[in-house]
């Protein structure tokens, strides 16, 4: 575990920035906290606008300031940073360490699942496995991994692990390795397999774990997973997305062909939103009491979801008339543009929460020398904020961030393809106080 009984601290107003082209690598220290006390924040430019809902937080859905922990190195041997992978309502955040790329890659050190708990990183290690990647991490920190039992092969298990005792381990059946799955509340488990002879792109197999059976459920890619153990996916080869839930079902929708491409969003409670793919156009699209509703647009082009959350509020993308890809909540049916950063080249916001909230990360010029200069900002229906931080991050490669119903944010990315950074706000109420040294 990490020790961070010492805690470097100072307060970041809003505008601080630090020269371009500084590098920022890994600290030999506990993590760092920056409390950085937000200005006033931007309104949003244009849309339609409802009555900020009901939210998670007393008055607001975002708070006034935020306190930053750097999440330090988690001790693996030759360690390059980690990947987010997901954040609980409890605050605690998975995490994928990962090696140094040649470390990797010779089979010396692999990537390794751990949870940071905001003081500790506790390792998800599993006796007779080499490797554990972390998938999904459910509010009662029931973590779901997938495991290899050497370099050299395929993850051929999937385990449940939970405060340091191994709930469960999954074995594939013959022939399969795990790709994908889900977690839920009830600690049941989605998995996706696919042939260890069918290489990258072959057919998908969906099952699902529950007292300690493992169910075959068809041919096809696995989506969402809900409470209720409903399982959602694409069916390529009959271009249906399905439900299953004691028996396979297909959702219609209001394409009229078979569909080319699908990707399912589904809450814990069973709302259900989708991108789907017909004739060449994309289309967002939710179910209302089973029946499928094409989500409104802007100037009739191109729509996507991205996350949905238990009130039924869906977060996506739409294309406008000057095919710019424009942030979007669409709620009870009605869409809302979302405010973005005034000088923004490009970015989308990646997660919402049950309040309305959104995270994200936003590039605010354009991009030079292959790399984008990404800034991470956190929004409701008619204000952005952007989060402290010392300097913004040179991206290579997407960003990723989450963000829960108690206020905690979380975003990590690969800082100018070395110093892959993990990055941990909450509300200064929950934090250091704002005055710290």
Not at 223 to 237: I, K, N, Q, R, T
Not at 388 to 399: A, I, K, N, T
Not at 402 to 411: C, E, M, Q
Request: aromatic share 8%.
């Amino acid at each position: 575990m990490v020790d961070s009984s010492h805690f470097v601290s100072w307060v970041l107003p809003h505008a601080a920035s630090s020269p371009k082209g500084r590098r920022h690598a890994w600290p030999a220290l506990p993590p760092v906290v920056l409390v950085g006390v937000l200005a006033a924040p931007w309104p949003g430019f244009a849309g339609q606008t409802n009555e900020p809902p009901t939210t998670a937080r007393a008055d607001d859905a975002l708070a006034d300031c935020y306190v930053l922990t750097v999440i330090p190195p988690v001790g693996i041997a030759e360690e390059n940073g980690q990947a987010l992978v997901d954040l609980n309502e409890r605050g605690h955040v998975l995490l994928d360490a990962l090696p140094e790329e040649s470390a990797w890659g010779e089979g010396r050190v692999p990537p390794s699942a751990f949870v940071w708990t905001g003081t500790d990183a506790v390792p998800i290690a599993i006796e007779g496995f080499w490797e554990t990647r972390a998938v999904e991490m459910s509010d009662d920190d029931s973590v779901l991994v997938l495991a290899r039992e050497d370099a050299e092969s395929r993850q051929r298990h999937a385990a449940v692990w939970r405060d340091g005792e191994v709930l469960a381990v999954i074995a594939a059946p013959d022939g399969e390795y795990f790709s994908a799955g889900r977690i839920n509340r009830r600690g049941h488990v989605a998995l996706q397999a696919m042939r260890e002879d069918s290489g990258w792109w072959g057919p998908s197999r969906a099952y699902l774990w529950r007292d300690d059976e493992l169910t075959e459920l068809g041919e096809w890619e696995l989506g969402g997973f809900d409470d209720d153990d409903e399982v959602f996916g694409f069916d390529p080869a009959q271009g249906e997305i399905v439900k299953w839930i004691d028996e396979t079902t297909v959702l219609s929708t209001t394409c009229t062909s078979p569909l080319a491409a699908a990707e399912v969003k589904v809450s814990g409670n069973g709302r259900i939103a989708a991108t789907i793919e017909c004739e060449g156009e994309r289309h967002a699209v939710a179910w209302v009491d089973g029946e499928p509703r094409e989500l409104p647009t802007l100037a009739g082009r191109d729509t996507a979801v991205i996350d949905v959350n238990e009130r039924g509020e869906i977060l996506g993308e739409v294309v406008d008339e000057a095919v710019a890809n424009v942030p979007v909540l669409w709620r009870d049916g009605v869409l809302i543009e979302l405010p973005v950063p005034p000088s923004r080249y490009d970015g989308s916001y990646r997660d919402i929460n049950e309040a309305g909230a959104t995270v994200g990360a936003f590039t605010l010029e354009p991009p030079s020398f292959g790399s984008e200069e990404f800034h991470f900002f956190v929004a409701d229906d008619d204000q952005v904020q952007k989060l402290p931080y010392p300097e913004p991050m040179q991206q290579f490669f997407g960003v990723e961030a989450r963000l829960n119903d108690r206020g905690d944010i979380v975003a990590s990315g690969d800082h100018e393809g070395y110093d892959r950074r993990t990055l941990h706000w909450r509300p200064c109420e929950d934090g250091p106080d704002e005055t710290s040294p």
